[in-house]
């Protein structure tokens, strides 16, 4: 190190010892650090990151700030984060779809050994819905009107498609499959009862409460706390899930005592008042606070389940 | 209607910030107007990246006081310089410029003001009584109505933009095949990305619009610069009698009314822009006259006819925007984008999901009117100062406020060489006539178009006879086919285009 950067360095230490009150001088983060959301600003990640931010930058006496990189369901993001250097500065904040689902059927240029997986902090919701007018509400209703009428389907991934394909024909349905882009696509087809039924990522928190919309069954590995009374497509005795935390995600290689840092500062949001009303309140997804080897395992274990459905 | 929802978003657009946000809007569209050359979906291409910070409600004040603003300013230059700061005003200069010259800018200038006030706000109730029972019967529709409208939409806007519907259609076409790039989003392959990641979500809007709009604009302006002499403004200044009179009011307001009659029909429209509603008004309000001779000579009827019908076109090219989630033109597709930024769908469900926000745009598009009335008539002055900024000043500025908001997407260099990329196409295009503006809406609703398409085929089963039960989707797909044929035949007779579309 030349006396120049030497000087630069050590004024910075000096600086944010100064700035950062409370917290310990050598402790990191010694400068701002920043939160990637892989969607558009507005959606539920979205939403949550930035409340997430606020908890975290409490904790970490330093700003965290939020950047939105949108594109590709977050693997614009997870490609930059690949190649971002792995100091902590630079973490992401989103759900694990893009590693567990999307390498499988794109060519990406990230893979999951990339990334760490610090801590997970939500639960995914997703969920099979169905609009209240029509003739059926369970899934086991939906599958026994089927064997009767053709039926028609609205989907989001590629994933939630190939595990109805695969229940259609363990169970002779006569099945159409239609793409609608998103949540706000998905949302008009099944209140205007152009579709049957449909994939949801989260988006019917908006209008189950309202009663238009019913979810015949979660995707999830288990139930929602939040409708506690609908069963899982496991529970209904088909082996597909599709598993999905909101997670903190960092570059392989960043150093122990700033990972440590970062799940401390995880742990702490998980049990503050403030996360837990947005996620659960506003956005209807259960808080957790799962640990880094939990996750490293979780992430693993849904990508092999999630290739072996895939493979076709 | 439910009440407290309406008070509650009139509540929050009064606050400060909103206010100050659409007053910042309007303001900025006022100067963007004034400035020759800048039109209204520069302005907006422009300032979708200054809104990434703000709410989503300021934002969209924001960016609708903008397009307000531009169209009030665009009279000013219209009139003091014979040179419109957009083809929507050009019908006001036939009047406005010769009023000025005789000694009477200040008059032309409160005409044009009071004109587009009057037809803005008129224009504005209207929508909101329009498109408030209309997302109610818009959902009823499905895939295939979608899908026959948009069809629709793009045929219209092929033919009615160049007037060569053919020259039309190649321009849709590459917009078309421009907007197939991204995942596919039924198996979620990558189609013509080429390996870049960047390019899964397809081409970033951003860099589309403000490439082909407001980049290649500065382009075709700076060549304009080596040929072009100085034009002079006409002076402004406090003379006696040179104000708006009772009398002149009320001789001007039938034609406003009518003017606003015309642009707000125009503007529901899809495809028809603000420059076909002010010329078909000034047609209209001369052919009503009983002194037509006047027209063209200083007649405040020319200016107020123009000006009412340029106003009311945008609200009103809301209408099929919140009613559908159709763009009506290219400042409504960049409208779209910017709640797609904001994270909100527009379309039938935002009526119902988002009612307050809903609400409290239509009061802050009242609020902008009253703001553009009072920065109008105050700030006249001011206004007709900046005529006279030399255009080598403004092009730097425009281009570097280009390049920023590229940067601010997040796209980096990438981002920068798209830019440039679609700059030199618009910039081509606008040079041996290929309507840029068709371009631009085919690209902006392609993935619509197509997936709409897609789910109709699917859910049909590739059974025609599904559309027997859909009498609206049949009408326009019957419209469709007529406007094809119309349109081609008379591109094939050679006769002159109906309208120029500026916007």
């Not at chain 1, 389940?305 to 493979?311: D, K, L, P, R």
């Amino acid at each position: 190190m030349t006396s120049r950067k030497y000087l630069v360095a050590a004024s910075a230490l000096a600086l944010s010892a100064v700035v950062a009150g409370p917290v310990v001088a050598d402790e990191w983060p010694e400068r701002p650090v920043t939160m990637v959301i892989g969607f558009a600003p507005g959606g539920s990640t979205d939403i949550q990151g930035r409340v997430l931010a606020n908890v975290m930058e409490d904790y970490l006496g330093q700003p965290v700030n939020v950047v939105n990189e949108p594109g590709a369901g977050s693997a614009v993001a997870f490609t930059n984060l690949a190649n971002a250097e792995p100091d902590g500065y630079r973490f992401l904040f989103g759900g694990t779809t893009a590693l567990t689902f999307t390498p499988i059927i794109t060519d990406v240029e990230y893979e999951i050994d990339d990334f760490e997986y610090l801590a997970a902090l939500a639960l995914g919701q997703n969920a099979l819905v169905t609009s209240a007018e029509q003739p059926f509400e369970t899934f086991d209703e939906i599958i026994e009107y089927g064997r009767e009428n053709p039926m028609t389907y609205a989907q989001q991934t590629a994933l939630d498609q190939a595990i109805i394909e695969r229940v259609a024909e363990a169970e002779g349905l006569d099945l159409a499959i239609v793409p609608t882009g998103g949540g706000g696509g998905m949302a008009p087809l099944v209140l205007g009862q152009e579709v049957d039924f449909a994939y949801s990522g989260g988006t019917h928190a908006q209008y189950t409460p309202t009663g238009e919309m019913v979810i015949a069954a979660f995707l999830s590995a288990e139930r929602s706390p939040f409708y506690p009374d609908v069963p899982t497509l496991m529970e209904l005795g088909y082996d597909y899930s599709i598993e999905d935390w909101r997670a903190i995600i960092v570059p392989q290689g960043v150093p122990e005592d700033v990972k440590d840092r970062l799940m401390e500062a995880a742990e702490f949001a998980s049990q503050d008042e403030r996360f837990i009303e947005t996620t659960e309140g506003n956005t209807f997804f259960p808080v957790v606070y799962y640990d880094q080897e939990q996750m490293e395992d979780n992430v693993r274990r849904v990508r092999a389940a999630t290739e072996e459905v895939m493979a076709d | 209607m439910d009440f407290s929802i309406v008070g509650s978003a009139i509540g929050e657009t009064l606050q400060f910030d909103a206010l100050f946000g659409i007053a910042g809007g309007v303001f900025l569209g006022y100067i963007i107007g004034v400035i020759p050359g800048l039109s209204r979906s520069v302005a907006i291409a422009i300032a979708i990246p200054m809104t990434f910070y703000m709410s989503p409600l300021i934002a969209i004040s924001f960016l609708i006081g903008l397009s307000k603003g531009t169209a009030a300013g665009s009279a000013v230059s219209a009139i003091l310089l014979n040179a419109p700061g957009e083809a929507s005003s050009a019908a006001t200069s036939l009047d406005g410029y010769p009023m000025a010259k005789s000694g009477k800018p200040r008059t032309a200038l409160q005409v044009g003001l009071l004109a587009s006030v009057i037809g803005d706000i008129l224009a504005t109730t209207i929508l909101i009584f329009v498109a408030i029972p209309f997302a109610r019967v818009a959902l009823l529709f499905g895939p295939y109505e979608m899908a026959a409208i948009l069809a629709f939409a793009l045929v219209f806007i092929a033919g009615l933009s160049g007037g060569d519907i053919f020259k039309g259609l190649a321009a849709g076409a590459l917009g078309v095949l421009l907007g197939t790039i991204g995942l596919d989003n039924q198996t979620g392959l990558p189609r013509l990305t080429f390996g870049y990641t960047q390019l899964m979500d397809g081409m970033p809007l951003i860099a589309v619009a403000i490439g082909t709009l407001a980049l290649s604009e500065m382009f075709v302006q700076s060549e304009k610069l080596r040929y072009e002499r100085e034009t002079m403004a006409v002076k402004l200044e406090n003379h006696k009698g040179d104000r708006i009179t009772f009398p002149i009011l009320r001789k001007i307001f039938p034609t406003i009314l009518r003017g606003t009659g015309v642009g707000t029909f125009v503007g529901a429209l899809p495809g028809l822009g603000p420059s076909v509603g002010s010329w078909m008004s000034y047609g209209m309000a001369k052919r009503a006259s009983r002194t037509p001779e006047q027209f063209g000579k200083g007649a405040p009827e020319g200016v107020a006819a123009s000006e009412s019908a340029d106003n009311a076109v945008i609200p009103a090219a809301l209408i099929p925007l919140f009613g559908l989630g159709i763009p009506g033109n290219v400042s409504a597709a960049l409208l779209i984008g910017a709640f797609a930024i904001h994270g909100i769908t527009v379309g039938p469900l935002l009526l119902r999901d988002e009612p307050e926000l809903l609400y409290s745009i239509f009061a802050g598009m009242i609020v902008a009117s009253i703001f553009m009335l009072i920065l109008g008539w105050f700030g006249l002055m001011v206004f007709a100062q900046i005529t006279r900024v030399p255009p080598h000043v403004v092009i730097p500025i425009v281009i570097f406020f280009c390049l920023a908001g590229m940067l601010l997407q997040g796209y980096g260099a990438f981002g920068l060489i798209i830019l440039i990329a679609f700059a030199a196409l618009g910039y081509l295009m606008k040079k041996y006539d290929y309507s840029f503006v068709t371009f631009l809406v085919a690209f902006i609703i392609t993935p619509m178009l197509e997936l709409n398409l897609r789910q109709s085929i699917i859910l049909s089963r590739g059974n025609w006879e599904v559309l027997l039960g859909r009498p609206i989707a049949l009408f326009f797909i019957a419209c469709t086919l007529l406007a094809f044929i119309i349109l081609a035949k008379r591109t094939i007779e050679r006769k002159k285009p109906i309208a120029e579309i500026g916007d």
